[in-house]
């Protein structure tokens, strides 16, 4: 059984809205890495919050390692199994000291308090924060920040972790390690990553894209097939990473290329043999 | 401009201070304050003021951070000298007089003793609580003395909950205001020209968006606590139980016997005291 299922979910904020999810189905598998891609307002952050069940779907169910996300009495259940980070880092920090805010989930579980001291120091381990546990999160910069919250996640000991465009304010070098620590996550500790973005580069790295336009996924599948169709993605205004694009236009002026190249230096070798060929032939 | 406000804020540290129970802490407060409020002779403020200067060196906080938290309150201490100086009138022959100004000995020692009593207090308030102790071990501590409350229900928990998140967020605020401000600068908002009224008109373009981004970020942040199973007091455990040590007790009896003294101190004069002392040398 998929870890997470959503059977035909439909969503709108309001009856005489919009709807912002029409008529989605999907299935997460246990221990995989997933990026959900889409613009602006294609309705993602919607489907996040939806997947960890701070809304409920208006139409069709979602399930939870087989919890009904509607059932009011299972809520504390999915909450524990599945954490979630969102965008702002100023804005999900609860303790003004970086021990005591990642304790916080913990805390709310009722454990006793030698696990709770072990579940933050592995916590603070896992997202390379040992020597901040005593410091103020306001002196944080807006990585660290949200590496913090990541690991006020983490200490709650989740199957799975929703990103929420956790990158989305952050400096190119505070985007690249919290993109680390999800690949950390997913592939030393097994935990199902789930990520909401819209840069291409962090899509790349998850084993599994989801490409949303309008409430609706128009595409599925890995990183490779989706980034081929150049065209599919420009119709749901997304622009493909950089190489990609590039390969693209030379096979459009008629170019042999192959598709589905991600990486700069990937493309560089194809380029390499390819132009090394012509010289040959 | 508000980047110098030291007010509520924690320098985390290992001093004796930092260790003391919070709880503690705060009971100490309440006699600190109680006796640099009752010092009204001058071997009493001596006393305080020793004592006072012995809680700043066991802080173990920086000369420079304290100086920074007195200075904001420069003009009200000096406002409050000048306004005891010369509106206090005491017997005898004012020792300066020009027209309708008039100083007597008492005003120059009331001004004294007030400045020296305010920049205790601010002190004493900042070393004891504000500097040494986090914001979540002082939410704590009013929740567990005040815990006896819940019996009639009242909403100690969210009480202590509301008050840690407030502070969490002071620092976050004022940085916002302080973009908000510059934000508004950059479109030719004048906020230091014109009269009262309208200097404070000219706030209204920066409260406007402070409250929106308050509301909003409590909104994000009421998400974030659910998704991390916070479901109010009931069942929750703690990281930090506080527990306070003999040497915490020995502390609470130690600033205890110093209120006493104090009290004593404050009922006799400088004669009746050397009396005293030379009644013990001279048995």
């Known amino acids: 059984m998929s870890f997470i299922e959503a059977r035909g979910i439909g969503f709108a904020y309001s009856p005489e809205e919009e709807k912002v999810i029409n008529g989605i189905d999907l299935k997460i598998e246990k221990g995989s890495y997933v990026a959900i891609l889409g613009h602006n307002g294609c309705g993602k952050s919607t489907l996040a919050k939806l997947l960890c069940g701070i809304l409920l779907p208006t139409e069709g169910q979602i399930l939870v390692d087989g919890l009904d996300t509607a059932d009011d009495s299972l809520a504390f259940d999915i909450r524990k199994k599945c954490g979630m980070v969102f965008q702002n880092p100023d804005n999900q920090l609860v303790a003004s000291i970086v021990e005591e805010d990642i304790a916080f989930a913990p805390e709310n579980l009722g454990l006793p308090r030698e696990e709770i001291r072990a579940r933050v120091d592995a916590a603070l381990k896992t997202v390379g924060m040992e020597e901040y546990a005593d410091h103020a999160t ?10 913090i919250a990541i690991a006020g996640i983490l200490a709650m000991s989740p199957e799975c972790i929703v990103f929420d465009e956790a990158t989305a304010m952050l400096d190119p070098s505070g985007r690249k390690e919290i993109v680390a620590a999800m690949k950390r996550l997913n592939k030393e500790i097994g935990i199902t990553v789930i990520t909401i973005t819209h840069y291409m580069n ?24 989706i980034f081929s169709e150049v065209e ?29 190249i991600l990486h700069a230096m990937d493309a560089a070798d194809v380029l390499e043999t390819y132009i090394g060929g012509h010289k040959n032939g | 401009m508000l980047k110098d406000v030291t007010f509520g804020q924690y320098y985390p540290g290992k001093s004796l201070l930092h260790r003391t129970d919070p709880r503690i802490k705060l009971l100490i407060l309440i006699e600190y304050l109680v006796f640099v409020l009752i010092a009204s002779t001058e071997l009493a403020m001596a006393a305080t003021l020793l004592f006072t200067v012995f ?50 000995e008492n005003g120059i020692r009331n001004a004294v003793f007030m400045l020296l009593r305010l920049v205790s207090l601010v002190l004493g308030t900042s070393v004891i609580v504000s ?39 002071i620092p976050t605020l004022i940085e916002e205001t302080n973009k908000i401000i510059s934000a508004q600068k950059a ?37 974030a606590m659910e998704c991390r199973c916070y479901h109010g007091g009931e069942g929750r ?24 003294a104090i009290f004593f101190l404050d009922r006799i004069t400088w004669s009746e005291a050397i009396g005293f002392c030379r009644d013990i040398f001279s048995k």
């Open chain 1, 202 to 225: 962090e899509a790349v790295e998850a084993d599994r894209i989801i490409v949303m336009s309008g409430g609706e996924i128009i595409g599925d599948g890995r990183p490779e097939e």
């Open chain 2, 55 to 104: 809680l700043v060196s066991v802080s173990g906080v920086r000369f420079g951070i304290l100086i920074k938290s007195v200075k904001p309150l420069l003009f009200v201490l000096i406002f409050t000298a000048i306004i005891n100086l010369f509106f206090t009138s005491g017997e005898g022959d004012p020792l300066f007089a020009w027209k309708f100004i008039k100083i007597y």
């Open chain 2, 237 to 260: 455990t703690k990281l930090k139980v506080m527990k306070a040590k003999a040497g915490d007790y020995i502390f609470l009896l130690v600033v205890t016997l110093v209120t006493v």
């Open chain 1, 138 to 147: 306001y002196k944080l910069s807006g990585g660290q920040k949200q590496r």
């Open chain 2, 187 to 223: 479109r030719c908002a004048d906020f230091e020209s014109g009269n009262v009224i309208n200097r404070l008109k000219a706030l209204i373009p920066i409260l406007i968006p402070l409250f929106v981004s308050a509301v909003r970020r409590a909104e994000e942040l009421a998400d």
């Open chain 2, 131 to 169: 500097f040494t102790t986090s914001p979540l071990q002082l939410t704590d501590a009013i929740e567990s003395l005040l815990g006896p409350l819940k019996r009639i229900k009242v909403p100690v928990h969210e009480f202590a909950m509301m008050m840690s998140i407030a502070l969490r967020f």
């Open chain 1, 232 to 260: 599919r993605l420009q119709s749901a205004s997304l622009a493909v990473p950089q190489v990609t694009e590039l390969l693209y236009l030379l096979e459009q002026d008629g170019h042999d290329l192959p598709r589905g």
